[in-house]
T-cell receptor
Framework: GAGVSQSPSNKVTEKGKDVELRCDPISGHTALYWYRQSLGQGLEFLIYFQGNSAPDKSGLPSDRFSAERTGGSVSTLTIQRTQQEDSAVYLC?????????FGPGTRLLVL | GEDVEQSLFLSVREGDSSVINCTYTDSSSTYLYWYKQEPGAGLQLLTYIFSNMDMKQDQRLTVLLNKKDKHLSLRIADTQTGDSAIYFCAESPISSGSARQLTFGSGTQLTVLP
């Protein structure tokens, strides 16, 4: 079956621009997570959606970061006024309450 | 807060066994995972273990958990060149109502030499 998909796979942007990253979770998965993987580091939790509950935004590094999940399915992570330190791989994962399954990630480079 | 630690590098010869180690600090950790990340790819779930288990075997993979020492290991038998990748250890808490987000180690780069 289809796994988690993310788009775009790569994104190069200029400092100060806004970017939107998209995640399509596995169909039927109620939980959706965003993580960030910076160069040479592990993964950092950003935000979590579970069904219709209010998202857990405790991992978002600043108010420039926001995310939405429409209709309990597709999610969009938005970074406003991008900074060079935002350059990283942004990974999305979904689950049905158990193991998390990851997408291929979006590689963001802020020049 | 939670902390998960791994050694950064491991090199083995093809056909040998690989053992990747991980330690964690969160005593409430209930789910412990191993993920594999190949170059340019996302994370692939390899296996997981519940904290009430000591061992789990899945084909060439054996996971050992020492809950007392908060030590987790992944053994790969008959390591192949295709096993070369970064292996991440991750844990998540059991608390109901929590996000159960994963806390990851920094990853171990496994290099399999011919």
């Amino acid at each position: 079956g289809a796994g988690v998909s993310q788009s775009p796979s790569n994104k190069v942007t200029e400092k100060g621009k806004d970017v939107e990253l998209r995640c399509d979770p596995i169909s039927g998965h109620t939980a959706l997570y965003w993580y960030r993987q910076s160069l040479g580091q592990g993964l950092e939790f950003l935000i979590y959606f579970q069904g219709n509950s209010a998202p857990d935004k405790s991992g978002l590094p600043s108010d420039r970061f926001s995310a939405e999940r429409t209709g309990g399915s597709v999610s969009t992570l938005t970074i406003q006024r991008t900074q060079q330190e935002d350059s990283a791989v942004y990974l999305c994962a979904s689950s049905l309450g158990g193991s998390q399954y990851f997408g291929p990630g979006t590689r963001l480079l802020v020049l | 807060g939670e902390d998960v630690e791994q050694s950064l590098f491991l090199s083995v010869r093809e056909g040998d066994s690989s053992v990747i180690n991980c330690t964690y600090t969160d005593s409430s950790s209930t789910y412990l995972y191993w993920y594999k990340q190949e170059p340019g790819a996302g994370l692939q779930l390899l296996t997981y273990i519940f904290s009430n288990m000591d061992m789990k075997q899945d084909q060439r993979l054996t996971v050992l958990l020492n809950k007392k020492d908060k030590h987790l290991s992944l053994r790969i038998a008959d390591t192949q060149t295709g096993d070369s990748a970064i292996y991440f250890c991750a844990e998540s808490p059991i608390s109901s109502g929590s996000a159960r987000q994963l806390t990851f180690g920094s990853g171990t780069q496994l290099t399999v030499l011919p």
